[in-house]
């Protein structure tokens, strides 16, 4: 396996450009997820990776050579599509063996055998070989498939969306197992998606994308924690991000126009335990999910999002107290830049100010009235 | 709105029992949700509320007059097989008028009730829009105002968001539990995603194999299974479930894991004591103890990240595991660790018939016992 490096990327389809000046590397033995919403040019990347698009500039690199003149033959990068791509006709060594018996890799029988062999010793699917690959369990399968991949010893593994299809179950368990394996042979991961689950979970680091631009590159924690941006923001986590517009003067000449905290750092307390800073909320609805309950609350026409651990923490209706806690507020500048950018700087008043949570409960009087 | 109730409801077909004499009573203005994995006979209960399914036996009652001989169009239910079915030729407004009009009700009436419809479900601003220029949820809107604008006595929907994308999903899944709250319609929902189900049902029937497990508020469901079947279907990721032996000992009854080598665990308490023999042992991820000082050993095989939590896979001699553990926690993916239960928020199932054997302890009691068989 080795290092991907893309520098400057830039890719024009017509008149549209879908990549802008991309730069990011991936480094040998790293999952890597490209987490965006449709058209944000994820799958551009992962082709242009591939050699199977051409950029209009910028450089390719793997394993430190420029790669972008190559072929995709030259490159040895391996596509992983849908996890059920195997030939169900074929035995499991056989769909290993498949990639091997291409015309131009002429190679015999015992080199391919000892191939398919290694790689399935590396995957535990040794056992499984003479089995025919319908007969196969999901995981099985999944890891067939990576090893198809395998066997060619690529540079890095491809991925574009590979689970988007599967149901909640299956998915939750290959989800588990892809991460194992990849750890296991230290391979050297590009997955897009546009499931921040999937990327939460799976990935070493994240790169966010939007609109042709890498908006964020960090380990997912990092990204869901420290949002560069409100575009990030709302691309991880699985609740909208709950926004709230600063109207104090002395606050916006700070720089500060609007506050988010996430739906899990909400405080929702009785109304009776309300403070003067807090503020007042409608209870529209709860779901409670088993081992979490989301809270949908009402601020004026604004929409809150609120959720707990605990059974019963929010009441099914009426009036409640929402608290915006000092450490768990994120504040934004009139252009969507998180403005204190430095992890672990979140939280602390600023020399001579006031922390965004203090203006943020500053503001809800604001919101209140 | 009304109340529909199922009695001694059975379908064969063949050989093949679809539905085994169901009973259930869907409260007036509840929205309920049938849910169970496919070939579990939740479509077929709910075709036959509509009358599209003729019952081998039993009874359909809506709001106590018996519907189950009467013909589907008769019997005043909305339907809403797939919420993209309009017409295409037609605008918003002339489709949500069709069924006024092919029941003769005149136009000034129509338009009168059509614009009440629009308004509730806010595509007002849509009404002379071509159905071909509508983006996916106001499709789904126009759809829903055309079975309202019925004014139907219940509505039945089977996987209506099964072809949306999961954003989509859940912003409609929202919208129409939101619809519901406006509007109070009884509403049966048939879904095989557990999800969808827990989040907008005020009640949940599980089914399986043509039998109703249990039928509960989703907490209920989620706090107490009544079987293993619901026990595994319901929860993301679903109750850990772990093969165990009651034995009755002379210092009191002793519960162990099969597994070699695991130590006996604590037992949640049983009315009339431990039974001895094979039982399983159910525990929710989030109520799984992880750290070294818990009893059970295990190796963590994976550790996800979830923002605000992370959930641990876990391997121990008693089999696969997932623990839902705080956004803190240490656990690393290879690490040694191990695995404490609570008794207070355990279920012992009696394998042989899959049936609970007690409630969590804690758990707030059942708002109401009916039904359903299991209630």
Redesign the interface.
């Known amino acids: 396996m080795a290092e991907v490096r893309l520098e400057n990327i830039t890719k024009d389809f017509g008149r549209v450009r879908a990549l802008e000046g991309l730069s990011f590397h991936i480094e040998d033995g790293e999952f890597f997820v490209l987490l965006g919403p449709t058209g944000a040019g994820k799958t551009t990347t992962l082709r242009t990776v591939a050699g199977l698009e051409r950029p209009a500039a910028g450089r390719v690199l793997l394993g430190g050579e420029d790669a972008t003149g190559w072929s995709p033959a030259q490159r040895d990068v391996a596509f992983v599509f849908q996890q059920y791509s195997l030939y169900p006709h074929l035995t499991v060594f056989e769909n290993l063996a498949f990639p091997l018996r291409a015309p131009g890799k002429k190679l015999g029988a015992r080199e391919i055998r000892r191939r398919v062999e290694e790689v399935a010793a590396k995957l535990r699917i040794e056992s499984k070989l003479d089995n025919k690959a319908t007969a196969l369990s999901g995981g099985e399968m999944q890891r067939v498939s990576l090893g198809r991949a395998l066997v060619r010893e690529p540079a890095c593994f491809l991925m574009d969306e590979p689970l988007s299809s599967l149901d909640a179950k299956l998915r939750e368990g290959l989800r588990v197992e892809l991460k194992h394996l990849q750890v296991e042979l230290g391979a050297t991961i590009l997955y897009v998606t546009h499931d921040q689950v999937e990327a939460m979970t799976l990935a070493d680091r994240v790169g966010v994308l939007v609109g042709g631009h890498l908006q964020q590159v960090g380990p997912p924690e990092e990204v869901y924690e420290y949002p560069d941006n409100l575009e990030v923001a709302q691309q991880m986590g699985h609740l909208p991000l709950n926004l709230f517009p600063v109207e104090e003067e002395a606050v916006r000449a700070r720089g500060i126009d609007r506050i988010g905290v996430r739906a899990e750092h909400l405080r929702v307390l009785p109304e009776e335990q309300a403070g003067p800073d807090d503020l007042r909320a409608e209870v529209l609805r709860v779901e409670r999910l088993g081992a979490e309950e989301v809270a949908f609350l009402r601020v004026g026409n604004r929409r809150l999002y609120a959720m707990g651990e605990e059974h019963g923490r929010f009441p099914d209706a009426g009036e409640v107290a929402v608290r915006v806690e000092t450490d768990d507020s994120l504040a934004f500048d009139p252009s969507g830049r998180r403005l204190d950018r430095d992890p672990g700087g979140r939280g602390e008043a600023p020399p001579g100010g006031e922390s965004p949570a203090d203006a943020a409960r500053r503001m809800a009087r604001g919101l209140r009235d | 709105m009304a109340e529909i109730e199922l009695t001694h409801l059975h379908k064969a077909f063949d050989e093949f029992v679809a539905v085994r004499d169901t009973n259930l009573t869907i409260h007036e203005g509840e929205f309920f949700a049938l849910l169970g994995p496919s070939g579990c006979g939740k479509t077929t209960t709910l075709r036959m509320i509509a009358g599209l399914e003729q019952p081998t036996s039993g009874s359909i009652r809506l709001d106590g007059e018996e519907v189950a001989r009467i013909r589907p169009a008769r019997r005043d239910i909305a339907f809403v097989f797939q919420l993209f079915a309009l017409y295409p030729h037609l605008n918003v407004q002339d489709n949500i008028a069709y069924p006024l009009r092919s029941r003769g009700v005149p136009a000034g009436e129509r338009r009168e009730q059509v614009a009440e419809v629009a308004r509730i479900l806010r595509i007002e601003h849509l009404l002379r829009s071509r159905i071909s220029q509508l983006a996916g949820g106001d499709r789904q809107r126009v759809a829903l105002a055309r079975a309202m604008v019925r004014r139907p006595r219940a509505f039945l929907m089977d996987e209506p968001l099964g072809t949306l994308d ?2 989509m999903r859940a912003a409609m899944r ?1 919208e129409l ?2 619809l519901h ?1 406006r509007i109070r319609a009884t509403t049966v929902y048939v879904t095989h ?1 557990q ?1 969808e189900a ?2 907008m049902a005020d009640r949940i029937a599980v089914m399986n194999g043509g039998d109703v497990l249990q039928a509960a508020p ?2 209920e469901l ?2 107490n299974p009544a079987t293993l079947f619901v026990a595994g279907f ?5 109750m850990n479930l772990l093969e165990a032996e009651g034995h009755r000992e002379a210092g009191g009854d002793v519960l162990r894991l099969r597994a070699e080598g695991t130590p006996a665990v604590a037992a949640p308490s049983l009315p009339g004591g431990l039974p001895a023999g094979p039982l399983v042992l159910g525990v ?3 109520h799984l103890r992880v750290g070294p000082e818990a009893s059970l050993p295990a190796t963590v ?2 550790a ?6 992370r ?1 641990l ?1 876990l391997d121990s001699p008693a089999g696969r595991l997932r623990a ?1 553990v705080s ?1 803190d926690h240490p656990a690393q ?1 290879g690490d040694r660790t191990g695995i404490g239960v609570d008794p207070r928020q355990a279920i012992l199932f009696d394998p042989s018939t899959g049936s609970a054997l007690n409630r969590m302890a804690g758990a ?1 009691p059942l708002p109401d016992a009916e039904g359903g068989p299991h209630g």
Request: charge should be negative; aromatic fraction near 8%; avoid cysteine.
């Open positions: 999961a954003e929202d539990r939101g709250d995603d999800m827990m989040s989703p907490m989620y706090l319901v929860g993301s990721p679903p929710r991820p989030e095989y994976g996800e990240y979830l923002g605000s939590h959930i896979t839902r956004k993916a707030p």
